[in-house]
């Protein structure tokens, strides 16, 4: 089963809709398509809808027993711990790295709870994922780093990290805090389809920890989104929540801080790469409490 819901449309995509779909009240549209078809009718619409706002929802094989795509709209795509969630509009637009989800259901609240109660990770085997934004607002900011190291039987064995090119300039906030500059970016940036098929190609399979997942994974997916790329729910573990589950005397908890508290003397960079390397140092520290 799969549903569109569309408005402020033109009238010749809403026609080209109908081909394929019932249309069974103004702008909903329902009907059974392969995966293929799919994929290419969403495409279809994202490129012809113009200033209107899509979503679509189906049947998928997950926890949810389904997946679903957005596209101009406010309501912002977020993963929890696996669970798929919508961000309701009227909250704040952007998600901090520091602070815990708002926003959402006792019931939502409860699965994910559920969830990372029953998540373990391999001592030998994951991989450490990390961003570098323009700022905080998933709608507004884009992504100008991306990282991950794979590590294995506590070395580091693989390492994937990319710079993205980037249409305007950076603000002088975020150069000052990571040390990146607009001449790196143009000289050494990827379009950011090309860096985000390698980070699934890299992360496939595998185990990821993210120090709070929900503002990397939140733009990562809504980079994709925008691109037409579909970004996987990962099989992930949130970090965040495992030091707040074990350290309650914090000021904050950002990830330098956590590491301070911990007896590890890095500072954080904010580049994902040192950044990786610090949240494997404060995970394998956890491990010990």
């Not at 992504?143 to 990290?161: D, H, L, P, Q, R």
């Not at 503002?215 to 925008?226: E, M, W, Y």
Request: neutral net charge.
């Amino acid at each position: 089963m799969i549903v569109v819901s569309i408005t402020n449309c033109p009238p010749k995509l809403r026609g080209d809709l109908s081909k394929w779909l019932l249309e069974i009240n103004t702008g909903v549209y329902v009907g059974q398509l392969n995966a293929r078809v799919r994929e290419a009718l969403w495409k279809r619409i994202c490129e012809n809808i113009r200033d209107g706002q899509a979503t679509m929802v189906f049947s998928m094989n997950n926890e949810q027993h389904m997946d679903f795509y957005v596209h101009n709209t406010s309501w912002i795509p977020v993963d929890l711990d696996g669970i798929k969630l919508m961000k309701h509009p009227n909250k704040s637009n952007y998600v901090s790295k520091d602070e815990l989800p708002d926003g959402f259901s006792n019931e939502a609240k409860r699965l994910m709870n559920k969830r990372r109660r029953k998540k373990k990770v391999s001592s030998d085997s994951y991989v450490l994922l990390d961003i570098e934004t323009t700022g905080l607002s998933i709608d507004d900011d884009n992504i100008i780093e991306i990282a991950a190291i794979e590590m294995k039987n506590g070395e580091a064995v693989k390492e994937y990290s990319e710079l993205i090119r980037q249409n305007k300039k950076l603000p002088d906030t975020i150069k000052a805090l990571t040390g990146i500059n607009d001449d790196m970016l143009k000289e050494k940036g990827k379009d950011i389809c090309e860096a985000l098929i390698g980070l699934i190609e890299f992360i496939s399979d595998k185990t990821v920890l993210i120090y709070n997942a929900r503002f990397d994974i939140g733009f990562l997916k809504s980079a994709a989104a925008r691109n037409n790329i579909d970004f996987p729910d990962i099989d992930h573990k949130d970090i965040f929540f495992e030091v707040r589950n074990k350290i309650d005397d914090l000021g904050n908890y950002k990830l330098e801080t956590v590491a301070k508290y911990l007896g590890i003397g890095d500072e954080q960079k904010h580049r994902a790469v040192d950044d990786c390397k610090l949240l494997n140092k404060v995970y394998l520290k956890l491990n010990e409490i």
